[in-house]
Each structure stands twice: as structure tokens, then as C-alpha cells.
């Protein structure tokens, strides 16, 4: 039987811990509330701007060259890699990295690679990796902001059109509930076709000013611009759901490792009665028989 | 009086009821009044002003596309300097 002293504190120590991942579970509750907010905030920007897009596209018939939408011959990639800053969040961060890899040394395999890492945990690995990376823009996490999103956007855009890259990927959690994160790797650029969702409602007849193609070529950077904010979103609000989950999970696993060594630490002190009686009933015998 | 409003990706500037607006567009400055024709128009960089019964109000506003219809204004602004 171990000791009782050892056992309290091992009870002491697991008792503290479990402080520890409840408070975490709180933050991380509240977090994650402010990051869902935050994409309801953005949803009237983003539909009334792909209403308008769509409504302008549709009025024009389709016919227009849009530089984003150009396909080459992929030689030059660019991946972004969505992490967390922090760890303690489940497979968050080892799904993304994993999936980052696999993409490189496979799908793109001897292709010229640029991982862009967003997060302190995908910058750490791929910079001790052999990566090219371009680290410039790993700290956004710190405070997510539109600000902040849009010069990475236009980071990768302007390599688009500059031919730095042909193709830019997106590799990111997509947010489903608390509990499930979704893996998802999306093609960012070249961007998918303008399609019109289909609506057979009569198109407003609208003026454009200064000019249909104006204003499509100002509203497509912008549209591009709003989709990778929403990725970050995403990823953000993903991270601290899945931190919620795992610390939930970790205080549940010290409750009953605490219940397990509570039961341990009684059986050992009633060990240590039972067997302080018997040492004194035997010695008070041994006085007797004199 | 028009319904005004104005949006960000991370906010929401102003909603309500205004009697005029006059927006920065690409090809310069322009106003809307009631009953004004269905219109988009790319946004440069400038002022935005509007009247309410309070009075006058003005954001600065950077690239954006503004949308007219119904006497409905939305304004899809990348970034507002107040």
C-alpha cells in the first residue's frame, strides 16, 4: 500500500490541475462566444457584397476577364496554414500541420512550395522544418482584425498577379459546432468561376458608376478579401471551441482520477488504523499474560 | 426620408432614417435624395455625409461599393476613419 502522505498529494496536485483546465474552460467558453459575434458581424457585409456581385455578374452576361481568375499551368504554390497561437486544444493544431505536409509532399511534389504559417504553432514547426516559409504575417492571431487580414489577402493576391504564385490554398478548421472541426483545404486562387446562384428573380436595372467593369473589377478583390477573413474567422472561433472541448474533457478525466485516489487514500488510512489496533491489542495481551 | 446603412466587415457604422446622403464615388462625389434611381457605384477614398434629424454626420471612408434601391442605401465600406 502506498503512503498516506504521498497519496495526499498526489490528491493535492491533481486537485490543482483540474482548477487549472476549468478556468481554461471558462476562457476559452468566452472566447469562443466573442469569435462567433464576430462572424455574425461579418455576415450582412459578406451577403450584401455577393448580392451585389451577383446581381452586377448576372446583368453583364458573364463575359469579362477577371486577372483572379486566370488558370496557369501550376508551378508555384502558396499555402496558407491556419493554427492557434497556443496549444492545449486537441488535434487542432497537429490536424492542420498534417494536412499541410501531406499537401506538400504529395499532391504538390516537386512543385515550388511557399508555406505562408498563420499562428505561432504552425510558424514553430515549419520554420524548424525544412519549409520555405514566409513568416511575415504569423501574429494575427494576437488580435484578430480586418486590418490585419486584408494586407495578408492582399499579400497573396498581388503574388497571383505578379506571378509569384499560381495557385494559392487555404488549408484551415471550419467551424461546424463546439465539439467538430472540419478540416478543409480550399483553392483561394485562382478564384472559381462567377457563377450566378440561379435566382430567377428580375435583376434590378441598376446604374453602375463608373462602369460595369469598374465596378466588377473593384468588387472582386474586395469579395476576395472578405473570404479569407472569413477562413481566419473560422479558424479562430474553430481553435477556441476545441479548446473548450479538450479542457472539458481534461477537468472530467481529474475528477475521476481524484475519485480513485480519494478511495485509495481512506482504504490506506483504515489499513494503517486497523493495524495500529492490532499492535496495541497485542501489546496490551503481552502486559496481560505477565 | 431613406434607410441608411453602413458596414464593415467588423461592425456595423450606422443604420437608421436620413434625409440626404453624398458619398466619394470613383468618378467623384455624388448625392442621394429620395426616390433616387437603383444604383451601385465603386466608392474611392473620402467623405461620407449624411442627415438625420440630429444633423449632419460624416465618416471618412476607404474603397467600398455603395448600393441604392427602394430608397434603401447600403454602403459596404473596407475601412472607416471616423
Known sequence: MANLKEVKQRINSVASTQQITRAMKMVAAAKLRRAQERILKMRPYSQKLTAILDEVVSSMGGELEIAYAEKRPVQKVLIVAMTSDKGLCGAFNSNILKTTSGLVSNEYKGKDVTVLPLGKKAFEFFTRRDFRINGDFFEIFKDVSYEEVRKIASFAMEGFIKREFDEVVLVYNHFRNVATQDITVEQFLPMGSLNTSGTEAKPTDYILEPSKEYVVQDLVPTALKTQFYKAVLESNASEHGARMTSMDKATENAAELLKELKLMYNRTRQAAITSEILEIVAGANALEGN | ?82
Open chain 2, 1 to 82: 426620408m431613406i434607410n441608411l446603412t453602413i458596414v464593415t466587415p467588423d461592425q456595423k457604422v450606422f443604420e437608421g432614417e436620413v434625409t440626404e446622403a453624398t458619398f466619394p464615388g470613383a468618378n467623384g462625389s455624388f448625392q442621394v435624395l429620395k426616390n433616387h434611381a437603383a444604383l451601385v457605384s465603386a466608392l474611392g477614398k473620402g467623405n461620407v455625409s449624411y442627415t438625420t434629424k440630429e444633423g449632419k454626420k460624416s465618416h471618412v471612408v476607404e474603397g467600398g461599393v455603395v448600393e441604392v434601391k427602394d430608397n434603401k442605401i447600403v454602403l459596404l465600406a473596407e475601412r472607416v476613419i471616423e
